[in-house]
């Protein structure tokens, strides 16, 4: 039994399953994210990431199994609730409002905490200064790099603790993925955990302290993320295509 003052995961999900009508998507997934870290889940297009990260943030109600957020439990809970303890999603694919200003933009991400608003602003800034120039300008003016720094801003305007993101490197250039991967270390190192997915396997598993390999709807195996490059049954999986 572990001592009473042992650190205890920011988020732990056992036994999680989803089985919607026809096969199963989820099957009994184990999953612990600690505090302060980077944690990737790996897997190929239709593994289950989208609809495991889903999950978490309360967006598929017909789950079994837990999920518990720095020692609360989640499900049942609608997907406000959940961003207001602490847990943001930014899915795959997530759209600036092209019209509204870069600002405008980011402030639909503060709509659940008004206070703090310039602070929160300024470390969005802090992460990403590109969007300071731009902060009165069309977001559909902007290139797709910096569209996607304003969904990723627009989240961090939630004020998260846990931050989950769905392929983010998806489409974006090798430099911009290098320009990314800093910003998510800089994230990490300001008190922000991330959880992110990807089929990108070595993108993901780069920057990741912990690792998941997801594989029809389960783990197969999991590691720290460099790591994972290495074992024997990953490679196996990727060869095999």
């Known amino acids: 039994m572990a001592p009473q003052d042992a650190p205890r995961p920011l988020l732990e999900v056992r036994h999680l399953s989803f089985s919607p009508p026809g096969n199963p998507v989820l099957k009994d997934v184990e999953l612990t994210v600690w505090g302060h870290q980077i944690t990737a889940i790996a897997g190929a297009d239709g593994a289950g990431k989208t609809t495991l990260l889903k999950a978490i943030s309360g967006l598929l109600p017909e789950i079994s199994g837990q999920i518990i957020f720095a020692g609360e439990p989640l499900v049942g809970l609608p997907p406000w609730e959940v961003v207001k303890r602490g847990i943001v999603y930014v899915p795959e694919g997530m759209r600036v409002f092209p019209q509204m200003s870069v600002l405008e933009n980011l402030e639909v991400g503060a709509y659940l905490k008004r206070q703090g608003l310039a602070a929160r602003l300024e470390r969005v800034f802090q992460v990403f200064p590109e969007l300071k120039d731009r902060i009165h300008s069309p977001a559909g003016s902007l290139s797709g790099g910096q569209q996607r720094m304003v969904t990723l801003g627009r989240g961090l305007m939630s004020e998260p603790r846990l931050l989950l993101l769905d392929e983010p490197f998806m489409g974006l250039s090798p430099k911009l993925v290098t320009r990314f991967c800093n910003s998510f ?28 390999f997801l594989k029809g709807g389960m783990i197969v195996c999991s590691g720290v993320g460099v790591d994972l490059l290495q074992n024997r049954l990953l490679r196996d999986i990727l060869f095999a295509g």
């Open 185 to 212: 270390r800089d994230l990490r190192r300001s008190g922000i955990t991330l959880l992110i997915s990807g089929q990108h396997i070595r993108r993901v598993l780069a920057i990741a302290e912990s690792a998941h």
